[in-house]
């Protein structure tokens, strides 16, 4: 009887003790996360941001397929929201607030315990990285929170493997999608023509996208600061493509509603004469407009149609990259002149 006295007595001291322990812990949390993405703030932000996204680079969905998630009617920028249900335990996330491109406010609560602020940093580096930053945080955390955080080693060991997972995987998510691309020949049609300002340049295949990225921009900024309507998107006109001997020569083009006497040497004025063409859209990073002129040839040859011998062939850009920054948005459209 003595001994278990003793014994209930000990037992007391170690719950009084283990109760002290808990009651002494911190009311309040952070676990944070950042990982660099190869990728623009806006891609990253845009994805994000839409909680339909989410089974794809959730590590908690990887880890437990059967959670069963359940989207909001708005899944997307602020009131979007989505619950999941984990063995009978409901959890609930909803988006507070945003700043376009740079940060995402959320609220998560998990079955019976305290609300938790989720907050999403988005950093744009020179070099065309991100730094995403994910932190969870919560603080009056009742006893029965701060109890089942001390015997399950802590938010940090809880979360924090889970945000570094499920941010791996954001990027692998993210990277895979700006590599999607669709080549489709839309057949013959008519291209109108039309008067264009332009400047000419001849290189060698491995100096192209340099030249015409530097070269593109005189003629649009010519049209702009001589008031000149352009009437349509930019395009290159190419007037050599020899791969034998590393050669292209071409010019970059900003079409006119009329023709333009221009006050420079190397800004000039030109014309296209309304052509039968076909027409092939490329939706994709530019890295894939050699396969769809692959493509187009292919289909010129395989639909025994014959090129024009010096005739028009454009590319023409219908996506500005500075305001759309996803590659996979980009849409190009291909004219090769025909008979």
Known sequence: MKAFKSFLLLL????????????????????????????????????????????????????????VVTLGDTTKGVGGSYTWNENGDEGYMSTTGVNP???????????????????????ANEDGTTDVTWTISGDNLPFGFKMWSAFSGGMENQVGPDYERSLEKLDSVVLADMKVYT???EGTTQHSGGYYLYNTASCK?????KNMTAMLPKVGAYAI?????????????????????????????????????????????GKL????????????????????????????????????EGGPMLETYLTDPMS????????????????
């Open 324 to 339: 759309e920054q996803n590659p996979a948005n980009w849409i190009t459209e291909i004219y090769v002149a025909v008979k």
């Open 225 to 269: 600061t001589h008031n000149v309507t352009m009437a349509g998107p930019p395009f290159i006109l190419y007037h050599k493509w020899d791969e034998e001997n590393d050669t292209v020569m071409f010019s970059t083009c900003v079409p006119t509603n009329s023709r333009i006497i221009t006050d420079e040497a190397e800004i000039l004025t």
């Open 101 to 123: 491109n740079t940060s995402i406010t959320q609220e998560m609560q998990f079955a019976t315990y305290p609300k938790s602020d989720v907050n999403w940093d988005f950093k």
């Open 205 to 209: 295949f491995s100096d192209f996208e």
């Open 12 to 67: 007391l001291i170690l719950v009084i003790g283990v109760s002290i322990y808990i009651a002494v812990q911190p009311n309040s949390y952070e676990v944070t996360r950042t990982r660099t993405i190869k990728a623009p703030a806006s891609v990253i932000y845009n994805t994000v941001v839409d909680f339909k996204t989410w089974n794809s680079w959730s590590s908690w969905i990887e880890t437990n397929p059967e959670i």
């Open 183 to 185: 080549i489709k020949v």
């Open 273 to 308: 004469e309304s052509f039968t063409a076909v027409r092939t859209v490329l939706k994709g990073n530019y890295s894939n407009l050699k396969e769809a002129w692959d493509t187009t040839m292919n289909y010129i040859a395989d639909n025994n149609l014959e090129m024009i």
